[in-house]
């Protein structure tokens, strides 16, 4: 589907939830994806990517940036401690907050280099064990902890379970942030993207809808 077919059934989602036109922000998930692909999406004048891995985004973010100029980037797979100052040189947006040992490092860094890039708690609103995230009985002590370090914690962020209807999922993410006064909920993919912003969502991150179908071969 073409970016300008995914951004008509995002402003119709907008529109349909009494949303703002343009409050919610596309993440282009481009994981994966040949290059040709992506070039072909920045050329349509797309400008924030999500990506999962971080030596991935690192071998071909800097040459699309020195060719298309400023590029929004949004990490949204599981951050490792020894990948925290390569992803912190490259991401503007970081959507797996975990850990109170990854957050101890990001704030000591985050006060070494002067600036943060934009921070969201994933929560594992499924209780999934093979899932990154805090829990939800977790969520309001670690956003707490994360504030008693001086990060400014954005919003929250979901992967729903893959078999359950989403919109628990994405009601439960919206409940945790409202009562800790966050705003932003990094939520919803391909699937369920408008579910999402009926739920809420300020940041929907699509790949596959929008790219095609991911080659793992
Ligand atoms: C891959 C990925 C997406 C995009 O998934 P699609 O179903 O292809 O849209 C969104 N969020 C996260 C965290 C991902 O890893």
Redesign the pocket.
Known sequence: MSLSEIKTRLAKAEAAANRAPGSVTLIA?S?VQPNARVHGVLAEGQRVF?E?RVQEAAGKWPDFRAEFGAIQLHL??PLQTNKLRAALDLFDAI?TLDRPKLARKLATEVQARGTCPQLFIQVNTGEEPQKAGVLPRDADEFIATCRAMDLPISGL?V?PPQDEEPSLHFALLAKIAARNGLKNLSMG???DFEKAVAFGATHV??????FGA?DYG
């Open positions: 998930v994981k999500g999962n949204i797979g959507h962020m992967i993919m391909s699937g991150r699509v790949g596959s809808a929008l991911r």
